[in-house]
């Protein structure tokens, strides 16, 4: 089996306990080959634990590493372009985690090089490769016409469930101007999404971006897209939000938010006449936690109840022996960009309902 060489820039909390062990576990598909972060410190101990030799502060001088067949752009969200950008212009695959880009912008800058280049490009969406969601996919084709579905996270700091489970690395020697740097880029990048809006909305569109574009994309993939997005509010200075969303013949509810408790409730649920699914997650950030599917329906007079574990299997180790199969085959994954740029189209369509319900529109609609 041929071995692909794989360089890593951002080597933050999900590198340190998803995709560097995984990557080691699967040493049949992969070699680690080079390793980048802006931390000088971090790089250099991840550099030993993982032994490798290139080390780079610098993803453009990454890019440039001749023997790497591919790179994972793990780093800050402002940052994901223009990593996957250099990289696709040295020929190289990528996989880049979600949020991919934060407005269309990137994502077509991305798609023009990366057709240039003639590579893939794959999102790390896994929770779209967990097996108890692909077998979610089978049996919602069993269900008959949808009566209604729901879509929910609500999370803890992943920091609390990190502390108590893991080993993370952490250095304060990042420079204040990369810092600096690194928010205005945010700042510039949403507007370009959304243009100029409050404060909360703006971090509301952080939030759809971040720990929502998970939710959102598992739900295209089941159900499709949206036709329009009836209503949605956001509280808290944007950190919950729910929706309601209009699709052929049904509507479905979506609610997120974060707060302070240590544990992890996403789910999608799908309810037909006489069966409902509930594809159920937990934290990432403890592997092999499984992701299980929960049927209920009803035969005749009889109730049924089960749930499937398809496996223990982690989501992302399906999704790097995905990847593999991507670049060795030189084949389009399911999560590519043009998928995600749907994605960006829900977060706009929500971010818009969120700014018809803030109180100056509403009175300037009454006023009318």
């Known amino acids: 089996m041929r071995r692909l060489k794989v360089g890593l820039v951002g080597l933050g909390e999900v590198a340190q306990i998803t995709h560097l062990p995984i990557l080691e576990n699967l040493s049949d598909r992969y070699e680690i080959a080079a390793l980048c972060d802006i ?16 080390l780079y502060t610098d993803y453009k001088a990454m890019a440039a590493q001749e023997d790497l067949d591919a790179v994972f752009v793990l780093n800050s969200d402002e940052y994901h372009a223009d990593s996957a950008i250099h990289a696709l212009k040295h020929n190289k695959h990528v996989l ?10 990137d994502a077509d800058a991305m798609i023009k090089a990366r057709d240039e280049a003639g590579v893939q490009v794959m999102v790390g969406y896994m929770r779209r490769f967990a097996p108890a969601f692909t077998e979610a996919l089978e049996e919602i084709k069993t269900l008959g016409p949808i009566q209604y579905a729901k879509v929910r996270d609500i999370i803890g700091p992943n920091r609390k469930i990190i502390d108590q489970s893991s ?18 880029r945010r700042s510039a990048m949403i507007k370009e999404a959304i243009g100029e809006v409050p404060q909360d909305i703006y971090n509301a569109y952080g939030l759809l971006a971040g720990l929502n574009s998970h939710d959102l994309s598992a739900m295209r993939e089941l159900l499709g897209m949206p036709k329009r997005v009836v209503s949605a509010a956001q509280w808290n200075g944007g950190g919950y939000i729910t929706a309601i969303l209009e699709f052929d013949g049904y ?11 240590c544990r992890f409730d996403a789910s999608i649920e799908v309810m037909g006449k006489y069966k409902q699914l509930n594809v159920k997650y937990d934290t990432p950030y403890i592997r092999h936690l499984p992701t299980t599917l929960e049927v209920k329906e009803t035969v005749g007079e009889q109730y049924n109840e089960y749930v499937k574990r398809p496996t223990l299997k982690d989501p992302y180790t399906v999704e790097l022996e995905a990847f593999y199969e991507v670049v060795t085959k030189n084949i389009a994954p399911k999560t590519t960009i043009e998928d995600y740029k749907q994605d960006l189209d829900i977060f706009k369509m929500i971010t818009d309902a969120l700014l018809a319900n803030e109180p100056e529109a509403i009175d300037v609609k009454l006023e009318v």
């Not at 931390?39 to 290139?54: D, M």
């Not at 993370?168 to 205005?184: G, N, Q, S, Y």
């Not at 509507?251 to 408790?261: I, L, N």
Request: net charge negative; hydrophobic share 40%; charged share 25%.
């Open 96 to 105: 880049i985690e979600k949020p991919m880009t934060l407005n269309h912008a």
């Open 167 to 184: 080993t993370v690395f952490r250095f304060t020697d990042i420079p204040k101007e990369l810092m600096d740097d690194r928010f205005a």
């Open 251 to 261: 509507y479905a509810t979506f609610e997120t938010g974060v707060d302070e408790q």
């Open 39 to 54: 931390s000088p410190a971090l790089l250099q101990v991840l550099g030993e634990k993982y032994r490798v030799t290139n």
